[in-house]
Each structure stands twice: as C-alpha cells, then as structure tokens.
C-alpha cells in the first residue's frame, strides 16, 4: 500500500495535467472534475441565481447570496467528498482491473470503476468522458440535496416543492455549462500546476488513509 500511494503521488502531475494521457496508475477522476468546477465557480453562480430567480418570481439580487453559498458547500466540501467516499469504496471493493474484453467489463470499468479509473492506457480517451458522465449523476444529487436546505434557508417565502423543483433546475443548467467550460478550464489549470498538485496530493493520500484505516492494511 505504501509504494502504490507513493507511485500514485508521484504520478499525479500527469493525471492531473493530462486527462487523456496514459498513466500506469489510473486517473482518480477527482483530478479531472475539480478544477474546472473551482475555476467555474463565479459563472455558476450567475447561471444558478438567474434561474432561480426565474423558477421562483423573485428578484436576482435575492437569489445570488442562497445560490453563492449552496454552491460553495457543494464545490467546495460535497462533491469532493462525494468522490472521496466512492473512491474508497472502490479501492477497497472493486479495484481489481477485469479488463475491457466484453461490453459488460467495459461498462464496468467507467460506473464502478469511475471514480478512479484503471488504466486501461488506449482506451482512457474515451473512457475519461463517459466516466465523466457517470460521476455527474451522484454529483447532481450531492448538488441538489445540499443547496435546496441553503435556497430554503434564504428564501422562506417560497413552497418547498416549488424551491426543490427550481433547485434542481438551477443545477441542471449550471452541470450543463459546466460541460462547456470544462476545456477553458482545464487550460486555465495549467497555469498553477503547484496548487493543484497539492489539491490532487492531498486527495490521493486521503483516499489511501481512509482505505488503510477501514481494511486495517497499512
């Protein structure tokens, strides 16, 4: 365990700078995701606070602080932590490579295995998109079910049901432009390699912490 995370470590400039490249430890997906959606983080916002503001008849200058600080928790504490816990479970669950022999294994590699690829080297080219797609779903959940109480908090005039529904909408439209942005973004990384290896380190070596604790391997 410690020579594969320190491999890992080392590796990471290389997963986090090239998402199609070939990486002999895989791609913890993590490295791909989230900077884009740090760098995105203002035009999100926007996005989230017009369509709510929209959804629910009410000015834009209200919605922007509820829409700034559920996105906030989501960026910054949910969706990371979201990948942190299924990351764990497939390092200690589901890590063992079955290769791309059959559509079954296939799909299995970028659903289960999305969270840290294999390193299927020829095939991450498309299997960063579609494992990209797959994480979205539980993220958009993560989104939703943590900004709604937020948008609840700020907006009390509004139905629950009317606030989930718009909620949900905003995070919609905002994963949507997310997509867009994700190649802009990933340019923009390159120009602070240093602070996303530290990022990118610090999420390695806390998934292989938490695996170690819970399996008693160290």
């Known amino acids: ?19 199609t490249a070939d990486a002999d430890i895989g791609v913890p997906l993590i ?57 764990v479970m497939e390092l200690i669950c589901c890590g063992t ?17 999305s969270p840290w690829l294999i390193p299927y080297e020829q095939d991450l080219r498309w299997m960063v998109p579609c494992a990209l797609v797959v994480m979205a779903i539980p993220s958009f959940a993560a989104s939703v079910i943590l900004e709604a109480p937020v948008n609840r908090l700020f907006i009390r005039s509004v139905p629950g049901r009317s606030l989930w529904r718009a909620t949900a909408a905003a995070n919609l439209c905002s994963y949507g432009m ?9 340019k923009l990384t390159d ?22 604790v819970l399996t008693g391997r160290r």
Not at 1 to 19: D, K, N, Q, T, Y
């Open 31 to 87: 490295a791909i995701f989230l900077p884009p959606m740090w760098f995105a983080f203002v035009p999100i916002v926007v996005v989230e606070a017009v369509v709510l503001a929209r959804r629910l008849d009410i000015s834009l200058a209200r919605a922007v602080t509820p829409a700034f600080v559920g996105n906030l928790l989501s960026t910054a504490i949910g969706v990371p932590l979201l990948w942190l816990v299924l990351a």
């Open 191 to 212: 120009r602070m390699p240093g602070f996303w290896g530290l990022i990118g380190e610090w999420f390695v070596e806390a998934t292989f912490k938490a695996v170690s």
């Open 1 to 19: 365990m410690p020579g594969l995370r320190r491999a890992i470590v080392a590796a990471l400039p290389l997963a986090l700078f090239s998402p």
């Open 178 to 186: 997310l997509a867009l942005l994700l190649w802009p973004a990933w």
């Open 97 to 113: 490579a079955r290769g791309l022999n059959t559509f079954g294994t296939r799909l299995y590699a970028v659903t289960i295995q």
